[in-house]
T-cell receptor, first 117, second 111 residues
Framework: AQKVTQAQTEISVVEKEDVTLDCVYETRDTTYYLFWYKQPPSGELVFLIRRNSFDEQNEISGRYSWNFQKSTSSFNFTITASQVVDSAVYFC??????????????FGKGITLSVRP | SQTIHQWPATLVQPVGSPLSLECTVEGTSNPNLYWYRQAAGRGLQLLFYSVGIGQISSEVPQNLSASRPQDRQFILSSKKLLLSDSGFYLCASIGQNYGYTFGSGTRLTVV
């Protein structure tokens, strides 16, 4: 069975600090997808990134970067120069297989990030 | 791109009352549809998913049911709500391009 572990529950940083959110996953499939979502106080889930299991290249998008390492089953998310608007709950999620019944997402429990001015 | 419409945004219902939450999808056809629930302070749990009209799979035993009467309509129901049904309910869709989209959610409080 698939599992996503976000060991950090709450992180508090001061604005402009860098912060890394950890995600460790478990799956028996060789084909899978990893996601990060942001949930601001309003509640909606904002898609940040999707990565498939065959693409281990790290990705950078503005202040956001992701480090995917299959050897350690980790998909960590770093926010550089954090801002108050980054305050939210961040979820890591895993989906196995191709589109179909196996595409349901398994979520971690989320990390509450608070960025103080 | 897909758009998911979910309503109502908030709902306060007494224990024992019925429930009907509706989700409709635009911008894709024959999507896989999902209902997730987020209890206070917890992650998201998959409740139901559907790969087609009339096809419903339940992930966890519970007081809720789901139906898919049309290709892009997904309904979450209960005949009698329990206090433990309180939470934030999210509808999600995977369209043809494997885009995973979430609705804006319904915050249900059972009193």
């Amino acid at each position: 069975a698939q599992k996503v572990t976000q060991a950090q529950t709450e992180i508090s940083v001061v604005e402009k600090e860098d912060v890394t959110l950890d995600c460790v996953y478990e799956t028996r499939d060789t084909t899978y997808y990893l996601f990060w979502y942001k949930q601001p106080p309003s509640g909606e889930l904002v898609f940040l990134i999707r990565r498939n299991s065959f693409d281990e290249q790290n990705e950078i998008s503005g202040r956001y970067s992701w480090n995917f390492q299959k050897s350690t089953s980790s998909f960590n998310f770093t926010i550089t120069a954090s801002q108050v608007v980054d305050s939210a709950v961040y979820f890591c999620a895993l989906s196995e297989g191709n589109t179909g019944a196996n595409s349901k997402l398994t979520f971690g429990k989320g990390i509450t990030l608070s960025v103080r001015p | 791109s897909q758009t998911i419409h979910q309503w109502p945004a908030t709902l306060v219902q007494p224990v024992g009352s019925p429930l009907s939450l509706e989700c409709t999808v635009e911008g894709t056809s024959n999507p896989n549809l999902y209902w997730y629930r987020q209890a206070a302070g917890r992650g998201l749990q998959l409740l139901f998913y559907s790969v087609g009209i009339g096809q419903i799979s339940s992930e966890v035993p519970q007081n809720l049911s789901a139906s898919r009467p049309q290709d892009r309509q997904f309904i979450l129901s209960s005949k009698k709500l329990l206090l433990s049904d309180s939470g934030f309910y999210l509808c999600a869709s995977i369209g043809q391009n494997y885009g995973y989209t979430f609705g804006s959610g319904t915050r249900l409080t059972v009193v």
